[in-house]
């Protein structure tokens, strides 16, 4: 069983950056694709950002317009979400998810492990 911990998370301004991570338990081979999802009040869970642990497939949001980075540590088993010029359409509850794959995948479906989530919230 992984178990993903994100941090990270907090109240910025408009304009502002945080940076998010996800560690898992371990250094595990269970799992070879991460992903960022964000969950706004009201609204459905959407993609943000997936990489691979080896850096050879990243996705992005069409959303994002580059304001949004994720990259991993090289004891692989920390990956980020670095997020600049945030607004207040970026306030939600952000999780990472994780599993084993040869795709990064855009739907909350595709995943197999989750963390509990760390709430972001933009002030305008």
């Known amino acids: 069983q992984v178990q993903l911990i994100e941090s990270g998370g907090g109240l910025v301004q408009a304009g502002g950056s945080l940076r998010l991570s996800c560690t898992a338990s371990?250094?595990?081979?269970?799992?070879?694709?991460m992903g960022w999802f964000r969950q706004a009040p009201g609204k459905e869970r959407e993609f943000v950002a997936g990489?691979?642990?080896?850096?050879?497939?990243?996705d992005y949001a069409d959303f994002l317009k580059g304001r949004f980075t994720i990259s991993r540590d090289g004891a692989w088993n920390t990956m980020y979400l670095q997020m600049n010029s945030l607004q207040p359409d970026d306030t939600a509850t952000y999780s990472c998810?994780?599993?084993?794959?040869?795709?990064?995948?855009?739907?909350?479906?595709?995943?197999?492990?989750w963390g509990p989530g760390t709430q972001v919230t933009v002030s305008s």
């Open positions: 990489q691979s642990w080896n850096g050879g497939i990243t």
């Open positions: 998810a994780a599993i084993r794959s040869i795709t990064v995948g855009r739907s909350a479906d595709h995943y197999t492990y």
């Open positions: 371990e250094r595990t081979f269970i799992i070879n694709i």
